[in-house]
């Protein structure tokens, strides 16, 4: 029989944009209000996931940064690790700089695209096979060139898509930036807001969003402590925490509460869209 203690944790893996959050505010947060005790471990969505259905790291709760990535880990094809998910905040892509790089007054006074082609820029971003943000950033840079004309814009200014002078593990990507070894990089405005990065919003019109899902896993190992870590997150103490780390709220559809019994209805047993 396991120890009280191992008991009355709750192992989540997380989007690794949500280090700051996790780690300094919710995380606390919970062992505070709920007597257990939160364990997290971050990184990339997909890569998380591929852990998860590989049985590498042990997990309760999954947090992902797209919607998409969920059905990496339902069916039984994927070793029945989800019934679904629910949808809980969105963040938008932003580019954060360097405010001691030489391209820092370029980036407060010329139009973004423009700057993102100097000769010099260093850029950053994270691996779009293995990272949600990878693929928006390289979403962005295919709107932006239909919207703006250039067909040629996405080689032009990242290359291939796999780019490795350009592509670096997501929970590395902040430390980068802000140590100077790269001049600007792509983030969600709660990472740039967190870390007092200066950003450039992008137009509307083209800019995508995170969209940050939550499930309990299916044999989750801790399923008491599981439940209460929903039940904080999705209720008035976490939303507020959510809200002061600059994400936009997301209410759950009424048809993204139905599930199983065993589930808490604030959180998981919810149908794949």
Do not use: C
């Not at 290359?159 to 350009?166: L, S, V, Y």
């Amino acid at each position: 029989m396991a120890p009280a203690w191992a008991q009355s944790r709750v192992q989540v893996l997380y989007a690794g944009s949500l280090v700051a959050l996790m780690e300094h505010s919710l995380g606390l947060a919970f062992d505070r209000a709920t007597g257990f005790h939160f364990e997290g471990y971050a990184g990339g969505s997909n890569a998380l996931a591929q852990q998860i259905k590989g049985k590498l790291r042990p997990a309760d709760v999954f947090i992902s940064a797209d919607p998409k990535v969920n059905a990496l880990l339902m069916g039984k094809q994927n070793g029945n690790w989800l019934d679904g998910f629910v949808r809980f905040a969105r963040s938008p892509l932003v580019i954060g700089y360097n405010p001691a790089s030489r391209f820092a007054q370029d980036f407060r006074a010329r139009p973004w695209l423009q700057v993102l082609e100097e000769p010099g820029l260093r850029i950053g971003r994270t691996d779009p096979r293995l990272d949600p943000k990878g693929r928006l950033t390289l979403t962005l840079l295919a709107r932006a060139a239909v919207a703006y004309h250039q067909p040629k814009l996405v080689a032009r200014i990242f290359g291939a898509p796999e780019n490795p002078a350009q592509v670096l593990p997501e929970e590395e990507l902040i430390g980068r930036l802000q140590s100077g070894q790269i001049d600007a990089g792509f983030f969600y405005s709660l990472e740039t807001a967190e870390a007092h990065i200066p950003s450039i919003a992008l137009p509307a019109a083209i800019a995508p969003h995170a969209t940050y899902t939550l499930a309990i896993l299916n044999r989750a190992p801790h399923e008491k402590a599981a439940q209460a870590f929903v039940r904080f997150l999705l209720g008035p103490k976490g939303r507020q925490i959510l809200t002061h780390n600059g994400l936009e709220l997301i209410q759950p559809r009424h048809q993204d509460m139905e599930g199983r019994p065993s589930r808490p209805q604030a959180g998981m047993g919810v149908h794949a869209p």
